[in-house]
C-alpha cells in the first residue's frame, strides 16, 4: 500500500505565507507524478497544482499563478506547495495527490493516491 501524508496547514492573515508538504510512502516502485488539490465548503475539489517526475514545467491553476510554486524532493518522495500572498479566497482543504506505480510481490500497478487533507484558512 502507498501512505501520503501532508503537514503545513493552518491559519494565516490574508497577505501571508504557508508551505504544504506531503511524503509518499510504502510499496512504491515509482511516482509518476504528485500534485495538489484543494476543496472548499459546497465546491468541487479543483487541481491547484501538479508537477512529474521527469521534467517539464508544473501545472498551475489560473487562480494560483505567480503566487504558488510547487516542487518536489525526488529523493524523499516528497512534494511541496509553497503558498505566497494568500487570499481569503484560498480557504479550503488541500489534499495532496500522487500518481504511482506500486509493487506487491511481482505484481505492479499503477493508481492515485490521496493524502488525508490539511485545512488552510486565510483571514482577511
Known amino acids: 500500500q502507498v501512505q501520503l501524508v501532508e503537514s503545513g496547514g493552518g491559519l494565516v492573515q490574508a497577505g501571508g505565507s504557508l508551505r504544504l508538504s506531503c511524503a509518499a510512502s510504502g510499496s512504491i516502485f515509482s511516482i509518476n507524478a504528485m500534485g495538489w488539490y484543494r476543496q472548499a465548503p459546497g465546491k468541487q475539489r479543483e487541481l491547484v497544482a501538479a508537477?512529474?517526475?521527469?521534467?517539464?514545467?508544473?501545472n498551475y491553476a489560473d487562480s494560483v499563478k505567480g503566487r504558488f510554486t510547487i516542487s518536489r524532493d525526488n529523493a524523499k518522495n516528497t512534494v511541496y506547495l509553497q503558498m505566497n500572498s494568500l487570499k481569503p479566497e484560498d480557504t479550503a482543504v488541500y489534499y495532496c495527490?500522487?500518481?504511482?506505480?506500486?509493487?506487491?510481490?511481482?505484481?505492479?500497478?499503477?493508481?492515485?493516491?490521496w493524502g488525508q487533507g490539511t485545512q488552510v484558512t486565510v483571514s482577511s
Open positions: 508537477i512529474i517526475t521527469r521534467g517539464g514545467k508544473p
Open positions: 495527490n500522487a500518481h504511482v506505480t506500486a509493487y506487491s510481490g511481482s505484481y505492479y500497478s499503477e493508481g492515485d493516491y
